[in-house]
């Protein structure tokens, strides 16, 4: 098993990683650009002396997925809602006008990074604007490519080698997230179910929560968060502390009537999450949370 680290500014934005099974290569996640997950595949195959067969996408956000055009050849795996919302959330329309809705972006990212005063938040817009800037460069020649197998919960291939589990409990992070398990290895691919220290964004605040603790029973030695450097159990207990500390403030907030102005200006964010990152900071999943008990508590 091979980990593949995003640098930042380099058009990954997310990590990847690669399986060898044996006679043939599996990829897990595509990065941002075509030409990250070009140098992605070349670097496996030149390691491995074996060709690429499989590319895993996660969840549907683009910087797992906009490299899918480099695997074109080869088998790529989804669950069937992932494979729905890549095709809906990510289509590419008029390219002039993507063009020029990017290039506006990136101008008001950029004043916001000069006024930004708090240092994680502003090291984050700082790499947004990095990657979308790489991003840019090639979304003349950007194709969105679908992929060609799905599945619904659980995804076994078996290798020469090794094996692979698929699995997908729900959707936590986004509405459907898939990550890999390698028995052999005791080793996860998790996708951005797992992330270290960043307020990485929220889709079910309930069902993120209830997954991370069903992984937590599965005997992993190694895990390759989808943001950040590879880890342990650690960062499974880490993201179900932050999960649980934001349901508990989102329930006690409407228990207490707070409307949800008074709810952000009164949270006292825990001192050990005060230098994660993220381009909203904390506020984003707690408005997530807020208006999830809305209509959920």
């Given at each position: 098993?091979?980990?593949?680290i995003?640098?930042?500014?380099s ?10 099974l ?6 897990f ?40 055009q480099t ?50 938040i502003?090291?984050?817009l ?18 969105l ?7 619904e919960?659980?995804?076994k ?7 692979v ?14 990550f ?5 290895e ?27 603790e ?8 190694a ?17 179900i ?5 934001l ?7 409407h ?7 008074e ?12 230098n994660w ?9 707690l408005?997530?949370?807020?208006n ?6």
């Amino acid at each position: 098993m091979f980990a593949a680290i995003a640098k930042p500014g380099s058009g990954a934005w997310s990590n990847a990683g690669f399986v060898d099974l044996g006679t043939e290569l599996l990829v897990f996640d595509a990065f941002n650009t075509p030409s990250a997950s070009r140098k992605l595949k070349n670097q496996a195959e030149k390691l491995t002396g074996k060709k690429v067969a499989y590319l895993v996408n996660s969840h549907f956000h683009g910087d797992h997925v906009f490299g899918n055009q480099t695997f074109k050849e080869q088998v790529i795996i989804s669950t069937a809602t992932t494979k729905e919302w890549i095709s809906e959330k990510n289509a590419i329309g008029d390219r002039d006008k993507e063009q020029q809705e990017t290039e506006h972006y990136l101008r008001e990212l950029a004043l916001q990074i000069l006024v930004e005063e708090n240092p994680a938040i502003k090291s984050s817009l700082t790499n947004q604007f990095r990657e979308m800037s790489k991003l840019l460069e090639e979304l003349p020649n950007l194709e969105l490519v679908l992929p060609s197998l799905t599945f619904e919960k659980t995804l076994k291939i078996h290798g020469t080698m090794r094996d692979v589990e698929l699995h997908c409990w729900g959707g936590g992070h986004s509405v459907s997230d898939a990550f890999l398990y390698v028995p052999q290895e005791k080793a996860a691919f998790m996708g951005d179910l797992i992330t270290e220290d960043l307020h990485l964004p929220i889709f079910n605040p309930d069902a993120f929560l209830s997954i991370l603790e069903r992984v937590k029973t599965m005997d992993m030695l190694a895990i390759l968060p989808g943001h950040g450097e590879v880890g342990n159990g650690q960062q499974i207990d880490a993201m179900i502390d932050y999960l649980s500390m934001l349901i508990d403030a989102g329930k006690r907030a409407h228990l207490s009537a707070f409307a949800l102005e008074e709810f952000l200006e009164g949270f006292i964010t825990p001192e050990k999450y005060n230098n994660w990152k993220g381009v909203q900071g904390i506020k984003r999943n707690l408005t997530t949370v807020y208006n999830f008990y809305e209509s959920n508590i």
